[in-house]
Structure formats: structure tokens, C-alpha cells
């Protein structure tokens, strides 16, 4: 069991620390998201040259072949610096494609790697409420090829991404992923901003006609990779969240110890004290479930470990952010300190890749056939 | 309640909803759903008020002899839901619950003449200079100062978490005049023009993107000091009275019942693979517990309304009202922001703006789930902050 960095992913977090500290200092990241430039091709390009976007990848699909912790140190790095670009989702992405028997979906490896293309995986759907098998998206055999219909919602990186993974059920009621050109035609997207300001699409396929080679998993093979590719956004997300945690806590332990009411700091208010130790517990609580989660990540308890993380991360979430404003008093509702823009990340990840209550459904499902 | 009492208060509700469902434009439902925090939107509900001001409704709790309604506590309740039913938008509390009460309780019949008809009219918007960066849970220590000079005084200093301060031409103040004595004894409650010379508005952008609050800064502004409300140095009493006004006029219950029921219907209705939520029984569970809050909340109102003997003040259920009805709305905001899910995280600025003509991505409802979310945070945050309620109430009750 291990339940911290080794001396290695600890100096590659440095690293990346420095870089973050470097690049996205909050007044640089309020301008960048008031003209609506989420995405820096420059930064882009310098993550890459880091080794940033490679780390979980074998040395023949061209990455590092680093451990997943290595990941994750570059998750908490990303979290407590609120960075915008969207290497998480990109690597988890291309870790499906690894994974798959797919070798049009390996050739894009490289590219991916090397920083020049970005992958984006759709499977949430507004009315899925985050299980990836509800998909309303269907398939049917058209000639030699397939036609694709239905949407995805809040499809992360998909505005800046070359190509799609999408999943959908084929008539025989079997889930497939598909590898798409994001500019195949019948595709439309509908491009925004999630509430933290990280760039996120709906997407919406109407009679989009594939070829045979399109599908890169099928049935239960599918389901697998997207499972796996499900539990390792929870994992890393639950990093970076851990991140902004830290953040917020370094920030709101500071302001408690400056901040002066009624002749003394608001650090001397035994209620607030109390309220401090609380962020401190749920934060570690979600550290440990995060490191657990990490360990299990390829076993068969893959999946149940991850659902763990998710419910502790929801609460963790929104206990840390919701205080941490509440602690500021008026300054944490404002868009000018950077307490806010944490808050908002937190909650984000509370609704993206399933819910308290879907994970918590998901337990319990898994404790009756146990 | 004895029956005849109830089928009057039902006469009473339907006359009140027959004038609501008439009057209110489409323009001003609109702002009234689109409001995401305690304050409407404020083109809209400024006309809103000078239509409720024109039918003579626009300040229910007001003395009658300077513009109230003459209704019971009950009677005050029941337009309050009904207005809320509707998802109309709230009149701003600036004029009517905080600067008119002081000027009615404090002012000379001069000033009363000078100020009411606008603060009722919605002529005049009254922004409230109370809070400062130095000076928050401890307002007393604030420190903009006015200092004498002949018949006027001479401010400097600051304001801040100003609501609206970008949209009022007035401010009611409370300024240092004096740094004798305990903190409290050198305030004074001051009223001013927002277009005096030496004033400066800077907008302060909220969580959810938009501006609300905002930073004021006094350079030597002058102002008369036949606009001083009440005693100098004697302002720290106006404030309190003014807290005390409404003597049981909490009303979060009133807000909160409709809005629930209508959270409710939405998890009735199918969704675009004909499954409806409240089938879902973790939802179902949620909102059944989430009424029994609500249903805590009105009928804790409800309760201390009923017992208040005439002109009593609640004391210290006034603190827990606060604390129970912000945290119930909090919860509302979480339910909403669940329920809405995935389909609440797009940002879409200029369709939440009245009048954009810019349909929401999803429905109406999702894209408003999470600047809700957000900004109800502050809910426990200003009217004296929870924790600080929660120590008043505490004791009061234990008498510690
Ligand atoms: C949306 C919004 C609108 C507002 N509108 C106006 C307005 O129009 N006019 C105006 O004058 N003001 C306005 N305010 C300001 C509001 O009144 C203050 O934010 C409030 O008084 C808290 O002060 P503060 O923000 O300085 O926080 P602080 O007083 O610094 O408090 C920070 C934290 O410490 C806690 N704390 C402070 N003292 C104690 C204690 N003794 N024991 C335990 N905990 C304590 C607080 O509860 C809070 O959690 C508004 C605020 C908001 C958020």
C-alpha cells in the first residue's frame, strides 16, 4: 500500500508546479477567460515539451510509461493552480484509445503525445445522469458502414479537440465507442463555458454515416474501456480537486490568521477554529480515498473504489468550497479573488462523471450481488 | 386560525392574485424568474414596484399614515406567496424595509415630506452604505468619516458590498462623526445624493459573472447636515431600529413553498427518455426531506407571527428565522442544482439577461440551477452572517 508520492513524482510535481505558478496566475486567468481564450496552443505546446501530456502511455505508443501517480501529481498540480487547459480529460481519452484493439485509434497516439491533436470522450447525456451505459445515442448498420444519431452533453475539450470517441448502442442493444473526425459532417457543436470557465461542448450527431472502422470497441469490451476510462477521470479528478482543496485551505487558513473583526483575527473565533478542522477532515478524507482509489485502478475493484472516491469527493467539494467562501464573508462571492473561482471548479466536479447519489446507487447495487 | 378568519384570508388571497395575474407585463415575469439572488433584476423591479406603488401595495408594513397597507401579519404573509407563486420580482428592500423605516421611525416631518413619496414611488433607488472592507460582522468599527464644517459635513472614506450602488442616484449611510466613546456612539445616519461631487462607484463583479455589489469612494464630499437622520452620533439606534421594523416580517417560508412545488412538477415531468426523476427514489427522498425543512421554516414563521402580541418584536427567534430560512434556501439551491445536473454547468451570460431574446441551451430552468446555486451562498453571509446570528442566539437563550 502506498498512500503518498515517491521521491520522484514529488520533483516531477515540482517541477510542474513551478511551470503552473509561472503561467496561470489568477489576474492572467481572469483575462484570459474575459476574452473567452480558454485554450493557449502556446501553453499547449509547452505541456507537451514537459512530457505532461505523455506520462501514462507505453514507450511504443510514444509516451513515458510512467505510473499513474504521476498523473495524478500533474492532477493536483492543475487543481491548485486552476489551470484551463484540458490535459486530463485529453490523456484519459487517449488512454481508451491505448487500450483499444484499435490500431486507427493507436495512430493518433503520437500526435496526441507530441501535443498537435486532442481527443475528446462524449459519453455524458443530460438524461443518462451519469451512468455511461444509459446512452440514448443509436447505431444502425446502413451498407457497409453505420449511422450514428443523438447528443452529448458537456463533452469536455471537444471545442479544441480533432477527434471524438462517442459511445452508442447498436440495434442489437450492444454498446459501441466510436472514433470520429470532429468534422465529419452531420456533426454539430454547441460550444461554451462550464460555470469554472474550463471549455466544454453539446454535441449533436444527426444521421452521421460511418465506415465499419469507425468502431473501436464493441459490447462488452466497449463497456470496459468505458468504464475504466470513467474510473480514471474520477481518480484524476478527485486529484485536482484535492489541489484546489489545498489551495483553498492555504488561502482561507491565511485569511483567518489577517483578517481582523472586533479587535482580534477571525482565526481567534472558536466556531471558526471548528469549522477549519472540519475542511481539514474532509480534505483527508478525500486524500485517502484518492490514494486507495489509485491502487485499485486496473484490479476489480476498479470500479467500486472509484465510485467510493466520487461520493467523498461530492462532499468533500462542496463542504470545502461552500466554507471557504462562507469564511471570507462578502470578498468570497466576488469573481476578484480567486476563493471563488475554486468554489466553482468544486462544484463542477460534483456534477460531472456521475453524481453523489448515482455513485451511491451504484454501491449499493454492488453490495446486493456481492 | 378559527374559519371564518380563513375563508376571509382566502378572499383576501384571491383578490391579491387576481391583481398580480393582471398587472405584471411579460417583461417583468421574466426578471422575476430570472432572479438569482435576493435581488431582482433592477430595470424590472423598479417598474414592478411603481405598479405595486400605484395600486397602493408597495409597502405593506409601513405605518398606514405613510403609505402601509393596514394588513395583518397573516395578510402580509399571503402576498408574499402570491407574489412568489407567480415568480414575480421581489421589490429591492433598500427603500421600503430599510431607509423608509428609518426616516418614518427618526425623520422630521420636513424630511418625511422630502423623502417617503420617492423611496415609495420607486422615484428615488436608496442604496445601503453600512458595510466597509475594515468593518463587516463588526459594523461598529466602521470608519468613513464625516467631519463637521460649518452646516454640512465632509466625508472620506469607503463603502463597500453596495447592492446596486451602480444603479441608485441616493445612499443612506452610516459615517463616523465622532471617535469618542465606545464605537457605537459616534455613528450617525446619513443621507445623500449618489451624484455629489466627490463620490466614485467602482462595480464589483459577483460569483456567477455579473455585478451587484459595489465599492464606494468618498473625497471630500459634502453633504448637508439637515440629512442626518435622527440625533448626531445617536445613527447606531436608527440602524437598530430599522433591523426591529418589521417585527415578524420574515417571510423565507413564503418564497420557499412555491418554489419547491414548482422544483417538484419538474421532477414530474418525463425527460427526453421518458424517465421521470421523482421515479428515482434517492430524488423522491430528497425532496420529501427538503419539504419537511420547508414546511419547518413556514410554520416556525407562521408560529412566531401568530404568538407576536401587536408592536412586539420577536427578539431572538429573529436570529434563528434567519439562520433557518437561509440555510432552507441554501438546501433548495443544492436540490435544484442536483436536479438539474449536468444540464445547470453551461455558462450563458446574455441569455440570463431580461429582454435578451436569447434562448437558454437546455430549458430555462437548468441555466438558471447554477448562478442560484451560487450566489444563495451569500444568503448566510450578509443580514449579519450566520455565525454571528447563531452567537446572538445563542446567548440570548442561554443567558450565558
Ligand atoms: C450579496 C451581498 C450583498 C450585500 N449588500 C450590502 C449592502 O447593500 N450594503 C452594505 O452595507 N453591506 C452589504 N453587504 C455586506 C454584508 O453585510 C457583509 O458581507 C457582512 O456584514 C459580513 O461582513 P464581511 O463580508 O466583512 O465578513 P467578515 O465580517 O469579515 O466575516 C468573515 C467570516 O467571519 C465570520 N465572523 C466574523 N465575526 C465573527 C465572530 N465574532 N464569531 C464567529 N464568526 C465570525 C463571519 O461570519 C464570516 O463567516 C452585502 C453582502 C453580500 C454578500
Known sequence: MFYQYSEDQNAFRDSLRRFVQDHYDYETRRQRLEKSEVFNADYWR???????????????????????????????????????????????????????????????????????????????????????????????????????????????????????IVSARDSGGDLQLLLLNAKHSGITQRCYLLADGNSAADLEFNNVELPASAIIASASQAEALLQTAISESIVVMAAEAIGAIDQLLVITQEYLLTRKQFGMPLAMFQSLQHRFADMVIAAEKLRSLLWAACQQLGSDNQEKAAAQLKVQLGESARYVGQQAVQLHGGIGMTDELNVGAYFKRLTVMELLCGQQDYHLGKLAELALVS | MMSNQLSELDTFRREVRDFLESAATDEIREAGRKTTSVFAPFKQAMAWQKILYNKGWVAPAWPVEYGGTGWTIHQRYIFVEECNRLELPPVLPQNIQMVGPAVIGFGSEEQKAKYLPGMLSGDDFWCQGYSEPGAGSDLASLKCRADSDGDDYILNGSKTWTTYGHHANKMFALVRTSSEGKPQQGISFLLLDMNTPGIEVRPIIGLDGEPEQCEVFFTDARVPKANRIGEENKGWSVAKYVLEFERGGSTFGAWLTPAFERLRARCQQSNESGVRLIDDVSVARKLAKLEVDISAVEHTEKRVNANLKHGENPGPMASLLKILGSEVMQQYSELQLEISGVDALAQQHSALHVESGIAAIGSEADMLAMPYYLNTRAASIYAGSNEVQRSLLAKAVMGA
Open chain 1, 46 to 164: 509547452q505541456l507537451a515539451e514537459l512530457g505532461v501530456l505523455g506520462l501514462p502511455f507505453s514507450e511504443t505508443d510514444g509516451g513515458l510509461d510512467l505510473d499513474f501517480p504521476y498523473l495524478m501529481a500533474v492532477a493536483e498540480e492543475i487543481g491548485r493552480g486552476l489551470v484551463l487547459e484540458p490535459v486530463l480529460p485529453v490523456t484519459v481519452a487517449g488512454r481508451l484509445l491505448a487500450a483499444s484493439n484499435s490500431s486507427d485509434a493507436k495512430s493518433h497516439l503520437a500526435a496526441l503525445i507530441s501535443g498537435e491533436c486532442l481527443v475528446s470522450l462524449a459519453w455524458e447525456e443530460s438524461s443518462s445522469r451519469g451512468n455511461p451505459l444509459l446512452t440514448q445515442c443509436t447505431l444502425v448498420t446502413r451498407g457497409d458502414g453505420y449511422v450514428l444519431n443523438g447528443k452529448k452533453q458537456a463533452a469536455l475539450a471537444a471545442a479544441e479537440s480533432q477527434f471524438y
